[in-house]
């Protein structure tokens, strides 16, 4: 079979074009500032803003409380899941100094709004705060 047909459907070997004119760095940040109680849940959400893609290259947190915090991360521009299930967000998320690297840029289209669910894995320790840093680019359109 040629390449081409092998390849068909899947995403292009070749990088297309940066359909970007410009580029900023950029962070959006969810705060869990309420206690999420031991086995509990949380939710919270950020809208990507109007004038730019997001592009999602690392991501950090910090926390106070000996919870153990697993997210569950939904795109609504895509409508898919970034996860199976939730998974815990030391798995995914680094520190301040030093980040979490994607392993693929992840692109969130203008105006999606993105979902964080965050559930408590601890079965005795809550979680006090919780802090997520999504650090990336904007991507301006021409």
Do not use: C, H
Request: proline share 5%.
């Amino acid at each position: 079979m040629q390449n081409s047909q092998q390849n068909a459907g899947r995403y292009p070997a070749v990088p297309q074009q940066d359909p970007y004119f410009a580029k900023d760095y950029f962070t959006y940040e969810v705060d869990f500032t309420a206690a999420i109680a031991a086995g509990g849940n949380a939710v919270g959400n950020f809208t990507i803003q109007a004038d730019s893609d997001f592009l999602w290259t690392k991501a950090a947190f910090i926390q106070t409380g000996t919870g153990v915090p697993a997210i569950l991360i939904q795109d609504t521009g895509s409508g898919r899941n970034l996860m199976n299930q939730a998974v815990p967000v030391a798995s995914m998320f680094g520190t301040g100094q030093l980040p979490f690297i994607l392993p693929r840029q992840r692109i969130f289209v203008a105006r999606a709004v993105v979902n964080i669910t965050i559930t408590n894995l601890d079965a005795v320790n809550a979680i006090s705060t919780l802090r997520l840093s999504f650090i990336g680019e904007k991507g301006f359109r021409s």
